[in-house]
């Protein structure tokens, strides 16, 4: 007579190396996917502080290149360029208080002002635009052609201005010297300096956090809170429109 067979299966030992195995593989599974999405994050907060940085200073810098323009149609005695005091009731350029973020009024004869907002007609006239940073880190434009303002690049940490003085007449447009817009003096503004500095929070980023600073122009800025991405944009723009016999 033959004997029963035994039946077979896994050992105690057996299935205990077999759930240990699992958890690694799964831990590791976690970990990969983690990294992964960390990388992701820094990516994209990095392609776009990169794109907005450069599209906000390619703005700017465009409407620097108008300012000063003067048109025949429009019956103006006031001079178009950048200014030091209240003009239109919009603020002047302005070297900050606390040397946080400046501001910076310039003025052209053109259709519409920064905000995209025209006469009714659509004519030539005189367009006076203001770049400044709320409180919320919002740079912001406003233009004399409209009560609303808008919003052209979030996440600001600092934005500085520097204007380039043309500081001896001789017939040749040359900045020998960068200045704050109080002491531009009788000076003929020839060029305009713009930095940015882009502060992204990036909370799933591991690690802590270091010391920075940041030189942008003539400010100095010091960084140490908080997981975050920063860019420094900066760009020289040549004032096309100016007083040939300030020059």
């Known amino acids: 007579m033959k004997a029963p067979h035994r039946m077979a299966g896994f050992s105690l030992v057996e299935l205990m190396v077999a759930m240990v195995l699992g958890l690694l593989i799964t831990a590791a599974a976690v970990s990969l996917f983690s990294t992964n999405q960390r990388t992701f994050a820094l990516q994209q907060a990095m392609s776009e502080s990169q794109e907005q940085g450069q599209l906000a200073l390619r703005f700017i810098g465009q409407d620097l290149q108008l300012t000063g323009y003067m048109d025949d149609e429009v019956a103006a005695t006031d001079f178009m360029g950048v200014h030091r005091t209240t003009f239109q009731g919009v603020p002047s350029s302005a070297d900050s208080a606390n040397g946080t973020n400046d501001r910076l009024t310039i003025s052209h004869h053109g259709r519409a002002d920064c905000t995209g907002s025209s006469l009714t007609p659509a004519a030539m006239t005189e367009v006076v635009n203001t770049y400044w940073v709320d409180d919320d880190g919002n740079l912001k434009c406003q233009g004399n052609l409209s009560t609303d303002d808008v919003i052209l690049l979030q996440d600001v940490r600092s934005f500085q201005v520097l204007y380039g003085i043309d500081q001896e007449i001789d017939a040749l447009a040359f900045a020998s010297r960068y200045v ?68």
């Open 180 to 247: 704050k817009p109080d002491s531009i003096g009788d000076h003929e503004v020839v060029a305009v300096k713009v930095a940015v500095l882009l502060e992204k929070p990036l909370p799933s980023m591991e690690g802590s956090e270091e010391e920075q600073t940041f030189y942008l122009l003539d400010h100095e800025e010091t960084v140490s809170e908080g997981r975050s991405l920063r860019r420094q944009f900066q760009s020289t723009v040549a004032i096309r429109n100016y007083r040939w016999d300030n020059v």
